[in-house]
């Protein structure tokens, strides 16, 4: 693999983020052992965020070595988020997710300061097709949405977006001017598998060939008979992108 202008793992497996998408604590850490030496980040969400056990868990995912990936989806005023994102940052995960405007963004990256945690902004869900947002009120495109806030995001000084698959992070890159700019992708499915609530998704071959950082994927492998054998054939398409 080519060197790329970005700071990510040398080796692909360590590319995949598995969504811990279980509805208890019990459940995420049986996942957890299922997937070990397969699979070292996992993504922690609002399936579990309220759990009764979470901090045992997000304390015992990094004193394994673990890397956490906190999918909050801050959205606040700029002292709450920036005192969120620092306490974050003090439990030493590795990503967290924010969403909003500039003021929002430039919070984020004050809280992380010092740190080596990595903040995500998410411009648009995954979820979300053209339709969806005009219901919301905007009226330009996805593309234009995106691409704005991938320049907004890193002028601010945060490191990455959360994209899907179908909206090309080298794209993004080019057009927001920003080549250091991660990108983290969910909504990857293997060719034939049912795509769930993602209306722009792609394989995770063709997700890592348009540049996509890092892969998060949950059903697909939380809701596998054998999730450590459903992981290992992300990594393999994975590697058909390189």
Known sequence: MGTLPREVPGRIEDRLIVALDVPSIDEARALVGR???????FKIGLWLEFAAGFDGLLDDLIGRGKKVFLDTKMFDIGETVRQGVARAAGRGVSFVTVHGDSEIIEAAAEGKAGSDLKILVVPV????DTAGLRELGYGGSLAELIIARARATWACGCD?????PQDNPNEIRRAAGAEGLLVVTPGVRLAGSALDDHK???TPAQAIADGADYLVVGRPIVRSEDPALAANRIIEDMRRGL
């Open 125 to 128: 869900l995954t979820s979300l």
């Open 160 to 164: 990455g977006i959360i994209a899907a």
């Open 35 to 41: 997937l070990d030496g397969v699979v070292s980040f």
């Open 200 to 202: 722009r998704s792609g």
